[in-house]
């Protein structure tokens, strides 16, 4: 990795330090994506079955899973990962349970009462990867909170030929449905319905370019649907002191350089020596990584960066915006309050970004490429709207009714003052 000194660089190389390797949004892939989706939107189920074929070599017969395919490939989940997979479910359950929003009701003027309550949003589609990983806990982040918000119907999909352990997580989940279908056409189904998938409200996950072009383009549909977030590459950035272990920094960089070869990570550290004995730790452990090619290329156009202090450090990590920031110094929470734009905080030595990956309770669908300036993780708001409650008495809307006059009058909107006029001269 470059070891870069930030206080040497000019302002405009500062910038280019923290500059994410490009997505390239290509015209090709919005037009493959496009067409992948008029398919299905023209053929339904045969078009799923057709891209299953073509695009995952599965050859499949039909879209939705049956409960006994579903209890089958339970059954065949080895016992300590289904344990595994429980003790992650309980924790997750907790931390979303804890969500739970409690309606807010209050007097903004007497006689005048104003609320604020939730409701779930009514059918959500979840989206669990196939492919090089089969992400399991991604289902239980995206169906336990789908759950506890009471959504209708929850239903999953992932390409064919689904992992066992994805559907053991729906199964215990309680998911509704489950359809074996993956990519683009996934999405294009979830949005637009087919003869055996279900029309969903909102659609949630992460995926390849495909599925987040689709993504794109169907929430930008006034037909389509809604989506989570636009997710690019997965991304660390981790704050280190003198007092940090080296071994377990370069540890925390490589959980994220293996997921593919356009995710980033950065070290923020306060010293030159620091900088090396990580260096000389990555290139020892990359060594026995099975996806060693995948990390050296994330890894190729990583950084470490050497802060004059944990201050600077901490603006540097702002300035970023990491969907990870792991802090490993002398006293991590000491710099909490400092931190405004980050995914994921994980406080200390013993807080790998891998336990909130899997198993600590917190969600792992985040915000990236800089995102987490203005959004948040994925937590059980986003399976609920909000909705605003009015309730005036006669004395509260006499109270406000001369206001709203003069207010309706100066922006020229007769009709609105008419409404309240009309009642004032029914009471007097």
């Not at 009462?113 to 779930?120: G, I």
């Not at 008495?393 to 009709?415: N, P, Q, R, T, W």
């Amino acid at each position: 990795m470059q070891i870069l000194h930030f206080n040497k660089l000019t302002q405009e190389e500062q910038k280019k330090a923290l500059k994410r390797p490009a997505i390239e949004r290509k015209d090709e892939l919005s037009a493959l994506v496009k067409g992948i989706i008029d398919e299905v939107k023209n053929r339904g189920d045969e078009a799923l079955i057709a891209q299953a074929l073509r695009f995952d070599k599965a050859e499949i017969s039909s879209i939705k899973l049956t409960q006994d395919e579903i209890n089958l490939a339970c059954q065949r989940v080895d016992e300590n990962l289904k344990k595994a997979i429980i003790t992650a479910y309980e924790n997750i359950k907790k931390f979303h349970q804890a969500q739970i929003f409690k309606p807010l009701e209050l007097e903004t003027t007497q006689g005048v009462k104003c609320e604020l309550v939730s409701r779930p949003i009514e059918k959500v589609g979840l989206y669990i990867p196939g492919g090089l990983a089969p992400l399991f806990s991604t289902a239980l982040m995206l169906a336990i909170p789908a759950k506890i918000a009471n959504c209708k119907k929850v239903v999953l999909a992932s390409p064919a030929k689904i992992n066992d352990a994805v559907l053991f997580c729906a199964k215990l989940c309680e998911v509704d449905e489950v359809y074996q279908m993956g990519g683009a056409g996934a999405i294009a189904a979830l949005a637009y319905g087919t003869q055996s998938v279900t029309r969903v409200d909102k659609i949630y996950g992460p995926g390849n370019a495909f599925v987040t072009e689709a993504k794109a383009q169907v929430s930008a549909d006034i037909n389509g649907a809604d989506i989570d977030m636009q997710a690019g590459p997965s991304e660390v950035l981790v704050i280190a002191d003198e007092a940090a272990n080296a071994e377990f920094v370069a540890s925390d960089l490589l959980s994220q350089a293996e997921h593919g070869a356009d995710s980033q990570v950065i070290l923020v550290c306060l010293s030159e020596s620091f900088a090396q004995k990580v260096g000389k730790e990555l290139a020892s452990q990359l060594e026995n990584l099975p996806r060693k090619e995948l990390a050296s290329k994330s890894l190729s156009h990583s950084k470490i960066i050497i802060a004059s202090n944990l201050n600077e450090a901490v603006q540097i990590s702002n300035q970023y915006a990491p969907e990870h920031l792991i802090i490993q110094t002398a006293s991590p929470r000491s710099l909490l309050d400092k931190v405004q734009n980050a995914g994921s905080v994980f406080l200390g030595a013993f807080s790998p970004e891998s336990m909130g990956d899997y198993a600590s309770g917190t969600n792992h669908v985040l915000p990236t490429y800089g995102l987490t300036r203005t959004r948040s993780s994925l937590n059980l708001s986003d399976f609920t709207k909000k909705m605003t409650v009015q309730e005036l008495s006669c004395e509260g809307f006499k109270k406000l009714a001369k206001s709203v006059e003069i207010l309706a009058h100066a922006e020229h909107l007769d009709a609105h003052k008419n409404a309240v006029s009309l009642r004032l001269k029914t009471l007097s």
